[in-house]
């Protein structure tokens, strides 16, 4: 099951993007699940993570206040609101599922979306 990625752009520092994934598969609106980027030269790091309802969020510090995850279980889709960008929020951001609080599955293996901050 291949999730789609999308809504990334190159935005100036201080701008706002929404990403959104598209899951397909029958397992998606029980499971949580959660975003991750990867920067060049850096490794896969946690951004955000939310449970099956919803009902539950959980951000990195480096996000904290600035990003929103969120979820349309009618929709198989997950979002991340993201604000006042920073340079250091540039990166490829996936969607995967979550083990624990912050770690991906590796279950899921997107695309990804580009995310460019720069004036």
């Known amino acids: 099951v291949q999730p789609v990625e999308s809504g990334g752009g190159l935005v100036q520092p201080g701008g706002s993007l929404k990403l959104s994934c598209v899951f397909s598969g029958r397992t998606f609106s029980t499971s949580a699940m959660g975003w991750f980027r990867q920067a060049p030269g850096k490794e896969r790091e946690f951004v955000a993570t939310?449970?099956?309802?919803?009902?539950?969020?959980h951000y990195a510090n480096s996000v904290k206040g600035r990003f929103t995850i969120s979820r349309d279980n009618t929709k198989n889709t997950m979002y991340l609101q993201m604000n006042d960008l920073k340079p250091e929020d540039a990166a490829v951001y996936y969607c995967d599922g979550v083990v624990g609080m912050s770690s991906p599955s590796n279950e899921y293996r997107g695309p990804g979306t580009q995310v460019a901050v720069s004036l």
């Open positions: 939310i449970n099956w309802s919803g009902s539950n969020t």
